[in-house]
């Protein structure tokens, strides 16, 4: 039995039935980040004492009858842009580089309460501005499936970890596509949900109208345990949204016969490597053999929502750093300080503009699924690129072609492989779905994740 690739809902069977101690689950993860983090350089900070303490401390309540549920006794690692309490919180950032808070971001307390056991902190794009992990300060992280390639950001670190087997899930948050990117680069699952299901509060924000954060882990099922844990109404973050939440795992097993789905085949969303195409255009099958209505569609208004979701994303991101940036700029990486300089420059026009857009578009793709189920698209538009060299910049801006239309709308979207390219790189496929709906995600994902064998496979380490 491989401890390091077994999935949360695996390793919480054979927890709960005493066949497996958190105690050596976490000693194995411990023991495998020894040996593959200075070649990864996933974490920023790392917790082992605590995370052997916090193990112990849930087998002994495991032992005594006080089993907490699913999560209790796994080691998870987190984003370090979530607020932990008594534990360095960076968000990537030279600025924040001493910073311990005093509190629990909340959805970290919801996990600390369901048992989780934490690793660390995870190595990210430096405040979130970037989707490819090559930190200025603290050292770029590595894609396990080829370490010259970037992991994707702003959330590669816990990618990166899960794909390598550090960790067995992950909290990242998405404002371009920070989650689904990273997921998509290194092959594994990641979900935003939709804007206000899951609480900002105790997170560094990027951007306070298009941050979202969520869950990553290696399995569909691992992800849905993840948000049924972190989601819900909080009334101290505004952002959120009092909406009940479903019992995402109960619904998993349900199938998709009978849904709409439609294949996005327009020219914003064929923009994109061949391999890339061929791996989603194959997905088409896999559906229709569940007796799903799969249709080739023209997605109304991508590349205006791409472009207002980029307008808004720097312009937020200079106004909550604005005292940074004019004190002291050199103390931002070079790309970062580029954007955040164009952000401080975008006019109030401008910005009310795009803002007009997120309002006229939302309630346009709203109206899309009102014929359709789900939407289905390429993650990226390539694989992952050199981290490196003179194209890493240029490429890099492709990663967010796909994704950023569904952060400017709020609407919730998972990433999850589809295939890999002739060079062994992942695949990431796309599902997006109406406002609320994380459920029919989850269930359509999880029956596409059965019928196929792309997430059993792993990097050679």
């Not at 896999?286 to 994303?313: C, D, H, I, R, W």
């Not at 997006?432 to 050679?460: D, F, M």
Request: net charge negative.
């Amino acid at each position: 039995m491989d401890l390091n690739y077994l999935s949360l809902a695996e390793a919480a069977g054979l927890i709960a039935r005493r066949e497996l101690s958190p105690l050596e689950l976490t000693q194995a993860h411990l023991d495998r980040i020894a040996r593959l983090e200075p070649s990864l350089n996933c974490f920023i900070t790392l917790t082992p004492q605590a995370a052997l303490e916090s193990a112990q401390r849930a087998e002994s309540e495991i032992q005594e009858g006080e089993h907490r549920g699913p999560l209790h006794g796994l080691p998870l690692a987190l984003k370090d842009l979530f607020d932990t309490k008594g534990v360095l919180t960076t968000a990537g950032s030279r600025f924040f580089s001493d910073w311990v808070p005093e509190d629990d971001a909340l959805v970290v307390e919801r996990l600390t309460t369901a048992g989780m056991v934490n690793l660390g902190k995870l190595n990210m794009h430096e405040i979130a501005l970037g989707v490819t992990t090559n930190n200025p300060h603290f050292g770029a992280c590595h894609n396990p499936w080829m370490l010259d390639r970037t992991p994707g950001g702003s959330s590669g670190g816990s990618a990166a970890a899960l794909a390598a087997g550090l960790c067995m899930g992950s909290l990242g948050s998405d404002t371009g596509g920070s989650i689904r990117i990273p997921a998509s680069l290194c092959g594994v699952v990641g979900l935003k949900p939709t804007y206000g299901r899951v609480s900002l509060r105790g997170v560094v924000p990027l951007s306070w109208n298009l941050d979202h954060p969520g869950p990553l882990a290696r399995r569909v099922e691992d992800v849905a345990l993840l948000l049924q844990i972190i989601a819900g109404y909080d009334p101290d973050d505004p952002a959120s949204v009092d909406v009940s939440v479903p019992d995402y795992l109960s619904q998993l097993e349900g199938g998709v016969r009978g849904w709409r789905v439609a294949l996005a085949v327009d020219s914003f969303f064929t923009k994109a490597d061949p391999q890339v195409l061929s791996a989603v255009h194959d997905v088409m099958e896999v559906f229709a053999s569940f007796g799903a209505q799969v249709t080739e569609v023209e997605f109304p208004k991508a590349y205006e929502a791409a472009s207002a979701n980029g307008l808004m994303v720097i312009s937020d991101a200079a106004a909550f750093h604005r005292e940074r940036l004019q004190k002291e700029p050199e103390g931002f990486g070079a790309d970062v300080r580029q954007r955040l300089e164009g952000g401080a420059a975008t006019s109030s026009s401008e910005y009310i503009l795009a803002r007009r857009t997120q309002s006229a578009l939302r309630r346009q793709f709203e109206l899309f699924f009102n014929e359709y189920d789900l939407l289905l698209t390429a993650t990226t538009p390539i694989a992952a690129p050199r981290l490196e060299g003179p194209d890493a910049v240029e490429q890099a801006l492709r990663l967010t072609r796909f994704t950023s239309p569904f952060n400017l709308t709020g609407l919730p979207a998972i990433s999850l492989p589809c295939g890999f390219t002739d060079d062994g790189l992942p695949i990431g496929l796309q599902i997006v779905t109406r406002p609320w709906g994380e459920a029919a995600l989850l269930r359509a994902a999880y029956a596409y994740e059965r019928a196929t064998e792309w997430h059993r496979r792993r990097p050679n380490l």
